[in-house]
Each structure stands twice: as C-alpha cells, then as structure tokens.
C-alpha cells in the first residue's frame, strides 16, 4: 500500500516569517492523503497542513506561530474544502470480481444441473 500526501489548495501568506521577518515568503498548503494499492486508488478524509518559508526555507511548525499567523491559518482553514474521501477500483479488481461471479454462477448452474440429473 503506498500512502501520498496530493497538494490540494496552496495559500501564500503576507504575515512576517517567525524566523527571517519577511513578509513574501510564507506559503500555507493543505493535503490530503492518497493511497493506493494493486487493486483499487482512495482518496481519505485525512487532511494535513503545513506553513513554509520560502525565503528561508523553514518549516514553520505551530508552536512558532504568532497571533496573526494563527488568525489568517484559521480563516484559510475555515475556507479550505477538502476533495470528497472516494474509491476507484482498478483493472485488476474488476478482473478478480467478475472471475470470481463467473465462478459462483458455474458453481450454480452446476449444482442445478447435478440435483435435476441425480
């Protein structure tokens, strides 16, 4: 199972960085996670943000937030809409379903067959 975090809506941010004081460098992304599998691809209902610093390239963790970061992080997170938590099922899970039905309908027919028969 490979999990992946896809970049669903980027914000960037006037506030001061905490760490360099610029004003044009923060950016908040929002996530959600993605996995997928031999058999199917699912978009979950987790979802995770993170602020960054591009002019000095600092991860920007929570406990550094000023009072600002944190009122503009709220409203962004209150705007935010994630994508709708969905499964897609892969070529090779129709494959095992429709073999696995074919077989159960043989399996029927069969045993009909061999009760009228017998």
Known sequence: MDK???TIKEVALN???PECYNTNGLQL???QQFIETSLY?????ETTQEI????CNTDIFPVMWTDDIERVF???QKAFTPKKASTKLKKKAW?????FSL???IGIVLAVFINKTG
């Not at 960054?52 to 002019?55: D, E, H, L, V, Y």
């Not at 494959?95 to 073999?99: F, P």
């Open 95 to 99: 494959l095992l379903i429709s073999t």
């Open 41 to 45: 691809k699912s978009i979950t209902n």
């Open 29 to 31: 992304t929002f996530k």
């Open 103 to 105: 077989l159960i309908i």
């Open 15 to 17: 506030n001061n960085c």
């Open 52 to 55: 960054f610093c591009n002019t």
């Open 74 to 76: 709220a409203y962004q």
């Open 4 to 6: 992946k975090w896809i």
